[in-house]
């Protein structure tokens, strides 16, 4: 875990004060915080910390570049660009964090700031992501489609065939034939 240490800040004894830290983060860091959402990424970071007390302290997050997913039709990985921001408060404390307010505890009075990016930057990821017109691998689209008991299309319609598809799977494994005609629809 060395290499994740330069995410770690040491809060302690810290000066009131507007503090900036930077990150450019690669494939290495993204596969050591092992998140599902991805795994690959090349990300540049900027991160304002603000401290206002000796124990509270807030923190904006600017995050750009482009990280790697599964295309949802042909499941090949695509390059998706990234630009968002994220900001938390945070305290020392014993308390239950949430996505607002983090509770550092104050044994350590550190903060590791990679997980937070990780989320913020999964955060961003469309729900839906597919590769531009024409640069999916079309034999593995196929492939999958063939496969599945639906085909995720490609406007706003399709995702309430999802929708419905993900209830098949959570229940039943027959296709219903109302989709199966659907799917037949789609596909020209
Ligand atoms: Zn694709």
């Given amino acids: 875990m060395k290499a994740m240490d330069r995410f770690i800040i040491d809060l302690k004894h810290l000066e009131k004060g507007v503090y900036n830290y930077h990150f450019s983060m690669t494939d290495e860091d993204f596969e050591k915080i092992g998140g599902s959402e991805f795994q690959k990424g090349d990300v540049e970071v900027d991160v304002e910390m603000r401290v206002s007390s000796g124990d509270s302290f807030s923190f904006d997050f600017e995050i750009d570049g482009t990280v790697i997913v599964p295309c ?92 419905l598809a993900s209830d098949t799977a959570a229940g039943e494994k027959e296709i219903d034939p109302r989709w199966e005609a659907l799917k037949n629809f789609k596909i020209k």
């Fill in 72 to 163: 949802d039709r042909c499941l090949e990985d695509m390059e998706l660009e990234i630009s968002t921001d994220g900001h938390f408060d945070a305290k020392f404390g014993d308390g239950e964090s949430d996505d607002e307010l983090v509770f550092i505890s104050e044994i350590d009075q550190k903060i590791d700031l990679s997980w937070h990016i990780y989320e913020f930057i999964a955060l961003a990821i469309p729900i839906r992501h597919v590769h531009e017109d024409g640069e999916c691998d079309e034999a593995m689209a196929e492939k999958f489609r063939s496969h599945e008991c639906f085909e995720s299309g490609e406007d706003d319609e399709d995702s309430e065939s999802a929708d």
